[in-house]
């Protein structure tokens, strides 16, 4: 029997298993940093399995790795996984916009599929190397917090991925195809400003007004935008504006993300946003403190591998859905307005008539090669340290909006097992191809050191800085 068709049918026999894990992951969401039940859930079952857990990666209560080795050389080879949930986006599990809890919690970006897929994948791939003898290492990794671009990021600091030979993920999707574009490399941090109290209306003079810094400094930057790259983005909240108007507040935060395309350009600009900062707490005699809370790198997605992943794609062929899924699909698709979902569709290259599809399980070829995406994830502080591609896979209805109750109502149900057990059979398949083929996976490398030649990764977390506190 072929490698493909083995690693096939022990996904089909243990589905089971998986599915009913990614359904506990989504009936339980927990928000980044806080997925005590996914994590311990997860790194029970594959200790079960027969891996070596280890726990409390980079600091992180909910980061693990579980390891399978065949005692002898090979290859190491890494799948990423996350189980964070957002919030606000509680769902039932139907096609019918309805939350379980107001305002809860909810799998909207499908990471319940997410990590449970490349699980199945570090297991199925173990099945595969003992029954056959091959000799290799595999590692299943628990990523916490991707939505905050915090969890591979400080994982990445401890070293957890620098003997790793290569890392293979996915991320849930709408079609199914490899995703090889590149992503915002992104600084998020808080300013704190600390003035001096006083009565807004009795003695204002007396006061020095922190939120008066945090304006400031949103001024400030709002007429930085002219002189910056178009890629570059900047965004803001004000976490603490103060309590009351006639309070002169002496203590308010202004919450940033600072992104563009390339890491150097992320730390140039954050020094300028800086200034900035400093310029405002000068004018107002406040003072300023920087929080750095996270950072991560632009993706860096790697040619070989993802052309690998493509071969695997077309191989397995379309995802079946039936007529009941498909019907489930339109209704959650018809509940966006048209505009919104032709963007979306525009956004994934994909033909204008499919908008009046509601679910697509068709192979796509490779997108994005030369794109850079307007987001960012901290795969690609992996995509720095080692060979990394991704693909995704069909678990949500067409030209939806990512994050968003339509993911929710998927992830639960056919559609979502579907697209994960299939995007698990695509991992495993090509952990297994590369540690059959050492020339394919040396090509791999090549690539990946000629471009990240002159560029070794330097974590963009700064040495002092702590994970925080859910
Ligand atoms: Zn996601």
Redesign the pocket.
């Known amino acids: 029997m072929s490698t493909h068709t083995e690693v096939n049918e022990w996904l089909e026999e243990r589905q089971g298993r998986f599915i009913g894990m990614a359904d506990q992951i989504w009936s339980n969401p927990e928000l980044a940093l806080a997925e005590y039940k996914a994590c311990s859930l997860q790194s029970d079952d594959l200790a079960a399995d027969g891996f070596t857990i280890t726990s409390n990666i980079g600091d992180l209560p909910t980061a693990f790795m579980a390891e399978w080795s065949s005692g002898k050389a090979g290859p190491v080879i890494g799948f990423l996984g ?1 189980y964070d949930a957002l919030p606000g986006l509680s769902q039932h599990n139907q096609d019918v916009q309805d939350p379980i809890a107001v305002d809860g919690p909810g799998h909207g ?3 319940n599929l ?1 990590g449970t897929a490349a699980l199945a994948a570090a297991s199925v791939m173990k099945a595969w190397l003992e029954h056959s003898g091959t000799s290799a290492t595999v590692r299943y990794y628990g990523c916490p917090a ?2 905050t671009c915090e969890g591979k990021v400080f994982m990445a600091r401890a070293g957890a991925f620098d003997d790793l030979d290569m890392a293979i993920t996915w ?2 999707g709408s079609t199914n195809t490899v995703w090889a574009g590149s992503s915002l490399a992104v600084n998020n941090i808080k300013f704190r400003f600390r003035g001096r109290t006083a009565h807004a209306a009795a003695n204002p003079e007396t006061g020095r007004s922190a939120l008066d810094a945090v304006e400031l400094m949103n001024v400030g930057v709002n007429y930085l935008r002219e002189h910056v790259i178009d890629a570059a983005r900047l965004h803001y909240v004000i976490t603490n504006g103060g309590g009351a108007p006639n309070v002169v507040p002496d203590d308010c935060e202004v919450w940033y993300f600072i992104r563009s395309p390339e890491r150097h350009q992320v730390e140039e600009l954050t020094e300028r946003v800086r200034n900035i900062a400093r310029g405002a707490a000068l004018m107002t005699e406040t003072t300023m403190e920087e929080n750095f809370v996270s950072g991560a790198y632009n993706m860096l997605s790697n040619t070989v591998i993802s052309e690998k992943m493509m071969a695997i794609l077309d191989e397995l062929g379309p995802i079946e859905f039936t007529d009941e899924e498909r019907a489930y699909g339109k209704t959650i698709a018809d509940a966006f307005p048209r505009e919104i979902r032709a963007t979306m569709l525009a956004m994934e290259n994909l033909p204008k008539e499919l908008i009046e599809q509601g679910l697509n399980g068709e192979v796509w070829p490779i997108r994005d090669a030369d794109k850079v995406l307007p987001g960012s ?1 901290d795969v690609s502080d992996v995509s720095w340290i080692v060979p990394t591609s991704q693909i995704t896979t069909t678990t949500w209805a067409l030209g939806i909006p ?1 994050h968003s109750w339509a993911v929710t109502a998927t992830g639960a149900m056919s559609i979502g097992h579907k697209g994960m057990l299939h995007a698990a059979k695509a991992m495993a398949m090509t952990g297994a191809d590369f540690v059959l083929d050492p020339d394919l996976l040396q090509r791999a490398k090549d690539e990946f050191a000629e471009s990240t030649k002159g560029r070794p990764y330097q974590c963009p977390i700064p040495a002092h800085v702590q994970p925080r506190k859910p």
């Open positions: 996350e970006c499908g990471h997410l991707e939505e991320h849930p994830t990512g």
